[in-house]
């Protein structure tokens, strides 16, 4: 069946430094796509979006690129910092209200 | 100001009880929806409902039942708990059913079924 699925479970990175969360989707029809982060005990808290009409949205510290080509969303934060430590989900919706989302990736900031 | 409220946050509860979990949101938006969370943080729609009603009624038990007596209010009853209940339980709002609306998360239910 259809599915978001993430690369890497977890990732480590050192304070300061770039980040990168990978995603792969298998849903050729979807439109629009969602990165969400969620913090220990909360609930998921949307980050950035991104619609198929484009290849790359920023906002602040956050990039999100989409390769519809190969399927692939990825989600860049610059200069980690401690408070980035969470769970984080892409999405991913074929034109209708129902979104997939992927199993997620804990992102862990080293002082 | 809290956007999307669930109560209780912790329900901690024996095999075969009944439960209810409520959730309230004041954005306004015409949508909700809830999700349950496993211990492997995979989330996964159970329901939605636009303007108190049903729209999205995923493979759920029927022992699962959502409620929404208003389009700013969705309570989930669940019959019958079974120890493969436990998770977290989000709801979730969105301004409308239709693809590209942002869903705001609550901050969850913990569910323990002992």
Redo the contacts between chains.
């Keep these: 069946g259809e599915s978001v699925g993430l690369h890497l479970p977890t990732l480590s990175v050192q304070e300061g430094d770039n980040s990168i969360i990978n995603c792969a989707y298998s849903n050729s029809a979807s439109?629009?796509f969602?990165w969400?982060k969620?913090e220990s005990?909360?609930?998921?808290?949307?980050i950035i979006?991104i619609?198929s009409n484009m290849d790359k949205r920023q906002g602040q510290r956050v990039t999100v690129l989409l390769n519809k080509t190969v399927k692939h969303l990825s989600l860049q934060i610059a200069a980690t910092q401690p408070g980035d430590s969470a769970?984080y989900?892409c999405a991913e919706?074929?034109?209708?209200?129902?979104?997939s989302?992927g199993?997620?990736t804990t992102v862990t900031v080293r002082a | 100001d809290t956007a999307?409220s669930q109560t209780p946050k912790y329900l901690v509860t024996q095999m075969g009880n009944d439960k209810s979990i409520k959730c309230e949101q004041n954005l306004g938006h015409d949508?909700m929806y809830w999700y349950k969370q496993d211990s492997?943080?995979?989330?996964?729609?159970m329901f939605?409902y636009n303007n108190k009603e049903l729209?999205?009624n995923e493979t759920v038990p029927n022992r699962f039942s959502p409620k929404s007596p208003d389009k700013a209010h969705l309570n989930l009853h669940i019959n019958s708990l079974e120890l493969g209940d436990s998770a977290v339980y989000?709801c979730?709002s969105?301004q409308?059913?239709?693809?590209?609306?942002?869903?705001?998360?609550?901050?969850?239910t913990r569910l323990l079924v002992l």
């Design positions: 439109d629009y969602i969400y969620q005990g909360k609930g998921p808290q949307f979006d619609r769970v989900f919706t074929p034109n209708d209200y129902k979104l989302f199993a997620g | 999307v949508t492997k943080k995979f989330l996964k729609i939605s729209i999205i989000f979730a969105s409308a059913a239709s693809g590209g609306e942002t869903q705001y998360f609550g901050p969850g």
